[in-house]
């Protein structure tokens, strides 16, 4: 996976581009050489914003699928256990 910088310039002229080079990791748009603005690829949006999955369907899928929980995000006020 690559990171690529455009400036918003160069974004504004050829969106194409970033669309190109989103496919090979995220694209930072910048203004005034800070990122403003990321563009990524489906897959990549999708492996960070979760696929809204059911239970069912997690408990489902092959075996070989990798996923984290997170109880705090799924459960908003979960507090895990201090075992120390």
Known sequence: ???????????????????????????????????????????DYEKLAGQNRSLADVLTAPEDLDFEFDAARAMPGFKAADLD
């Open 1 to 43: 996976m690559t990171t690529s910088f455009l400036s918003s310039r160069d974004f504004n002229r050829d969106p194409a581009r970033a669309k190109r080079a989103a496919k090979n990791g995220p694209v930072f748009v910048t203004e005034r050489s800070k990122p403003s603005l990321v563009v990524l690829s489906i897959e």
